[in-house]
C-alpha cells in the first residue's frame, strides 16, 4: 500500500518535468513512491488544472497512438513472415510439380478390376433379441388401458441416420431405471415394471405380427 508522503521541492519539479514529457500519473506515483492523488494534486498545483486536463489528455492519445504503431507493426512483420512463407510454399510446389510432370512420363497405371458387393447391406446397427443381455427387470410406458406406447424409429433422432425404409419401423420402448421411466411419461400414461425380461423373446412373434420390430433401450436397438 502507497501512503501519502511529503515531496521535495526538488522532486515536485522533476514530476512536472516527466509528467509534460508524457509519463503517466500511475508510473510517477510508484516512481516516487506516493499515491496518484499527491502526484496529480502537485502538478495542478504548478501548472495548473486546465493544464493538466490537456496533459493529460494528451498522454492517453499518444498511449492509443503508440499502441497503434505497435500493431501495425506487428502486422507488418506477420504480413512479410506470410510472404515469406508464401513463396517458399510456391518454390515447393514448383519442385513437386516438376517431379509429377517427370513421373507420369514413365508411369502407366492399371485399371482396378475388384468385384464390388452391391447387395444390400446388412443390418449392422441392431442386436437380436436372442443375443442381447437385458437386466432382470425393466419398465415400460402404457396408456390407461394398458396398451403398449407404439413409435416409429424415425421419431427417435438418435436413429436418424438410417435408412428411409428403417424409419419407418414400429417400435417399443423399454427403460432400465424407473426414475427415468417417469421422466418421459404423460398424464394420460402411465409406467408398469416388467419383472422378468425374458418374456420379449417369448412374445417376440405376437408383437411381430403387430408389425413391431425393434425394441429401443439405453443401450441398443434390439431387433425381434
Known sequence: MILGKRLTEEQKEEIIKLFTSGVKVDDLSLKFNCTKFTISRNIKKKI???QYNSLL???????LNNNKSNIQKIEKQDQNKILKNNIKNSNKTDYIQD???????FIEITPLNFDIDHSTQKDLTSVSITDVNLPNTVYMIVDKKVELEIKYLKDYPKWNFLSQDELKRKTIEIYYDLKTAKSFCQKEQKVIKVPNTNIFKLVAPILSSRGISRIISAENLIAL
Open 48 to 50: 495548473g488544472e486546465e
Open 57 to 63: 489528455v494528451r498522454n492517453k492519445l499518444n498511449k
Open 99 to 105: 517431379d509429377i510432370n517427370r513421373m507420369s512420363e
